[in-house]
């Protein structure tokens, strides 16, 4: 057999994993369940075209066919391994083999929306989406943001000020990216301008953020709820035709018009990247901006931008929270957010789409969780809730396929040094 | 040695020094800034700089008065109740101390440890149950449950380096996500069989044995317990660790420059792995302490925000022992302070929140104090630098 070079021993590796996994998965949730109870999977949500309302069908045997479909995804993987093109797909089609597998043992007898639960888990995402969005900007050029759950939180807060005190939506969402920014400023002040330590300063920045918000939270927004704290929110705009679509219709085209603006975001982000000037020259100082420099590039000028667009992504992000969700503003309401979306960009390997994917995962799973135990499944929810956060930790150590930062993430740059 | 242990103090004092002042001042301008009736008497500036000028000044007293002692309290019970604060401050600052030694350990090996937080549940957990699950003698058990809550955190803490030493994954991510997943597993632990009081149905674990409780030194209802000789005698240990052990030494060299240690013959990936290891059990330590010197029984919020705070607190010390010391002591009085505020003037005790972050943020930024205050190069900022995520 010939020599494997390494990405080859890698990708042999994870098709390895996943064969010993979907071992496990069979034996438990096919070959040794008694579950017979049919599990009903519900589709219509609107007015969307019927193509199928419901399905439904016994525990046991929709474990087995979502095997075989995950097997199907090996087989995809292995393909892809033999003629040294990308096992990218065959392994997110066995994850999702695996997971509906999981879903049909772990809720039999039961009815799931499916429609309804992606609907949720795209919500769920957006805000990551749009972190990790920010957290990606800073970093393809070199500055490590800590700082995205700061900048959430901010523009939250203020998206919900603005709406409320001028009573319309619109300004509470054009006020949000300039708070992201604003958080941006300082991110970018210390860390291109003094080479403040990176990862400390937006640490500081999310603590500062926290009390600030907390701060007048309990000064103003409490006492005059009814002007300062009285935002409401977007309703949904349903794209003609397009939301019709059975499934994917009411999931990805009924929705708020920062949704919209994310899909527009997301792909402006991943084409300007990797097709245009400036997206060549971001990926250059983030890898090796001495190079950057010697062509005539100001390394920390270009820096100093694309935080400040990180902050306005971001920004976005924060109003989903209030005049995009809830409509009002609530005491640290971003709960950690911010950091599930630093761990979305390090699962997805510092690229949009894989980000992307990533942000998904995490709502998808979090979706499922709240859905199993509010349709009464016995799961220990909080067990559940760990694996995004266990998926990160296997990422960044390697174990399937090793993710790498930009080279230069993190490390101020100053002519004359290194 | 213990005046050595003094003399690295006068060097490092001034830019914290000059940061309280400032975030102090700020603190004041927002506190003003909140209030609707101070800036209704805009119009008139006598007025209003006199009515800032007392709120402010009110506001702070209330805050002495509620850490450190309280005239209103001696003058009611007698001269020693008036301490009552101070042994709460004292109390608040020894979780603070134990944790933010963690986070200073840490930063002297150039590693970046936001997982003290996670690595505190884990000794508490630890403590936790060696303390309810065992009837022994005192002088068994409580150290018995502190070694729980070292060997805990330690592995907690420990498996972050060793990772780090093995693949690379950077401790900074590695300690967000398992912060996650301790406040997770602390919520499912609370709810399995073995952590279940018998009478209770909601989350709490049973109070550990009264020979697992450390004993309060002055009665009555001040709290504060034996546990502050412990927390000096870690700071103690650690200034050694750091300063006068061979360990010490290797753990400085990698933190000052990891390539010119490994080129003179130090193991980076033990150094790694042995510095997150003692860093996780100091954390754990510290969530044992907490747990049987003020706290008896174990409940999902255990660890409050100290973890958080103890990052701020070894970042006010600039993770020096000493420096330390007298961060958690100053946060500690601050956190006790603001529930006083409020009481008193109806300020919300968030400020003190900001003004904890604006401090640190003065801290971490020696440049611009150095602008604001016109000062040459007498600021001397220690090295704390986290590396770039491939570092």
Not at chain 1, 74 to 87: A, M, N, P, V
Not at chain 1, 116 to 122: D, E, H, P, S
Not at chain 1, 255 to 278: C, E, G, N, P
Not at chain 2, 360 to 380: D, G, H, Q, W, Y
Request: hydrophobic share 55%.
């Amino acid at each position: 057999m010939a020599e494997l070079n390494l990405v080859q021993k890698r990708k042999q590796k994870s098709i390895f994993t996943m064969l010993a996994l979907f071992a496990i998965f069979t034996l438990v949730f096919y070959i040794t369940s008694s579950k017979t109870e049919p599990i009903t999977f519900g589709f219509i949500l609107g007015d969307e075209f019927k193509l199928i309302s419901e399905w439904s069908v016994s525990s046991r045997v929709g474990s087995g066919i979502f095997m075989l479909l995950a097997l199907f995804g090996i087989g995809l993987s292995y393909l892809g391994f033999k003629s040294e093109k990308s096992t990218t797909l065959g392994s997110v089609i066995f994850g999702l083999g695996s997971i509906m597998s999981f879903l049909c043992w772990a809720a039999a007898g039961k009815f799931i929306p499916f429609t309804g639960l992606l609907q949720a888990a795209l919500l769920l995402a957006v805000p990551l989406i749009f972190g990790s969005m920010s957290g990606l900007l800073c970093e393809k050029s070199g500055v490590i943001n800590i700082a995205i759950e700061g900048q959430l939180l901010f523009s939250a807060f203020i998206s919900a000020i603005v709406a409320s005190l001028t009573q319309n939506l619109m300004w509470g969402l054009l006020s949000a990216p300039i708070a992201g920014a604003l958080v941006s400023l300082i991110l970018a002040y210390f860390a291109i301008n003094f080479k403040v330590d990176q990862v400390i300063i937006g640490f500081v920045i999310n603590v500062l953020v926290l009390g600030l918000t907390n701060f007048f939270y309990s000064t103003l927004l409490v006492p005059y709820d009814s002007t300062w704290n009285a935002a409401g929110s977007f309703s949904n705009i349903p794209i003609p035709i397009l939301s019709k679509i059975p499934i994917i219709g009411p999931v990805l085209f009924n929705q708020t018009i920062i949704v919209y603006i994310m899909y527009a975001i997301v792909t402006l982000i991943q084409v300007a990247l990797f097709k245009s000037r400036w997206g060549l020259r971001t990926r250059a100082i983030g890898e090796l901006p001495i190079a950057a420099d010697s062509v005539g590039i100001d390394v920390n000028k270009l820096r100093f931008r694309n935080v400040m667009l990180a902050g306005l992504v971001s920004g976005l992000g924060g109003a989903v929270f209030t005049i995009g969700a809830v409509g009002i503003f609530s005491q640290s309401m971003t709960a950690g957010a911010g950091f599930i979306a630093l761990a979305c960009l390090v699962f997805g390997k510092w690229s949009p789409r894989g980000a992307l994917v990533a942000a998904l995962f995490f709502g998808f799973a979090n979706s499922l969780q709240s859905n199993l135990s509010i349709s009464g499944v016995a799961l220990p929810s909080e067990l559940m809730l760990m694996i995004p956060y266990i998926a990160t930790i296997i990422a960044v150590s390697g174990l399937v396929g090793r993710v790498r930062a930009p080279a230069a993430d993190g490390i101020p740059y100053s002519r004359g040094n290194k | 040695m213990i005046t050595k242990f003094f003399i690295g103090l006068k060097k490092n004092a001034l830019l914290p020094f000059l940061s309280f002042i400032f975030a102090f001042f700020i603190g004041g301008i927002i506190i003003v800034v909140s209030d609707p009736v101070i800036m209704g008497q805009l119009s008139s500036p006598g007025k209003f700089l006199t009515s800032a000028a007392s709120r402010i000044g009110n506001s702070y007293l209330a805050i002495f008065q509620g850490s450190i002692y309280d005239v209103n309290l001696a003058r009611e019970s007698g001269f020693f109740r008036g301490f009552y604060p101070m042994s709460e401050t004292i109390v608040t600052a020894i979780p603070l101390l134990f944790a933010g030694l963690a986070v200073a350990l840490a930063f002297r090996s150039g590693l970046f440890n936001i997982g003290a937080q996670g690595q505190f549940i884990f000794g508490a957990i630890g403590a936790s149950y060696v303390g309810f699950a065992y009837e022994l003698p005192p002088l068994i058990h409580v150290p018995l449950v502190l070694i729980a809550g070292i060997v805990l955190g330690g592995l907690f803490g420990g498996f972050v380096g060793l990772l780090k030493a093995k693949t690379g994954a950077h401790e900074v991510i590695v300690t967000i996500m398992l912060n996650y997943i301790a406040s997770l597993f602390i919520l499912w632990l609370l709810k399995t069989q073995a952590f279940l009081r018998e009478e209770r149905q909601d989350p709490i674990a049973p109070e550990v044995n009264s020979s697992a409780q450390l004993p309060k030194l002055l009665g009555g209802d001040l709290r504060l317990h034996l546990g502050i000789f412990i927390a000096l005698g870690v700071t103690w240990f650690v200034w050694w660790l750091l300063t006068r052990s061979t360990l010490g030494f290797k753990f400085r060299a990698v933190g000052a420059n990891s390539n010119a240690a490994r080129t003179a013959g130090i193991s980076v990936p033990f150094v790694t792995t042995a510095t997150m290891f003692i860093s996780g059990g100091l954390a754990g330590l510290g969530g044992a302490v907490h747990l049987i010197g003020t706290e008896y029984a174990l409940t999902a919020g255990i660890a409050g925000s100290i973890g958080f705070d103890a990052i701020t607190v070894a970042l006010l010390g600039q993770a020096t022992p000493l420096g330390t010391l007298l961060g958690a002591l100053l946060f500690g009085a601050l956190q006790t302070g603001s529930r006083t505020l409020l009481s008193n003037t109806g300020t919300p005790s968030e400020i003190v929140q900001v003004i904890q972050a604006l401090i640190v943020l003065f801290i971490a930024t020696p440049m611009l104090l150095k602008r604001v205050f016109r000062l040459k190069n007498s600021i001397e900022s220690k090295s704390m630098t986290a590396k770039g995520w491939n570092g």
